[in-house]
């Protein structure tokens, strides 16, 4: 499988700001839906916001209007503007592409990366 390399995290105070950077090879940025997932401490993972081909856009209600998924073909990356963070975002972020299906053939996640660590605290 592909690997999926995730950078950006760190430390961040509430209310501030981080961008996430997520690469990948140009063969599976070209062809896949990107996601950005997130696992907090003791929770289950969870999709944060995916961004297609086409570059629609979806994300957790959680999220909505705080954070912003983007891609630049040129980079093979897809990143993860987060805004106004709040504790609770405060988690491990994967990439991965969403399980579904690609001109009618289905898809599951790739394998898990190592992830980046985003804590919001004061």
């Known amino acids: 499988q592909e690997q999926l390399v995730e950078s950006g995290g760190g430390l961040v105070q509430p209310g501030g700001s981080l961008r996430l950077s997520c690469v990948a090879s140009?063969?599976?940025?070209?062809?896949?839906?990107l996601g950005w997932y997130r696992q907090p401490p003791g929770k289950q993972r969870e999709l944060v916001a995916a961004?297609?081909?086409?570059?629609?856009?979806n994300y957790a209600d959680s999220v909505k209007g705080r954070f912003t998924i983007s891609r630049d073909n040129a980079k093979n990356t897809v990143y993860l503007q987060m805004n106004s963070v709040k504790p609770e975002d405060t988690a491990v972020y994967y990439c991965?592409?969403?399980?579904?299906?690609?001109?009618?053939?289905?898809?599951?996640?790739?394998?898990w990366g190592q992830g980046t660590q985003v804590t919001v605290s004061s």
């Open positions: 991965n592409r969403p399980p579904g299906y690609y001109s009618g053939v289905y898809y599951s996640f790739n394998s």
């Open positions: 961004i297609s081909i086409g570059g629609n856009t």
């Open positions: 140009k063969r599976f940025f070209s062809i896949y839906t």
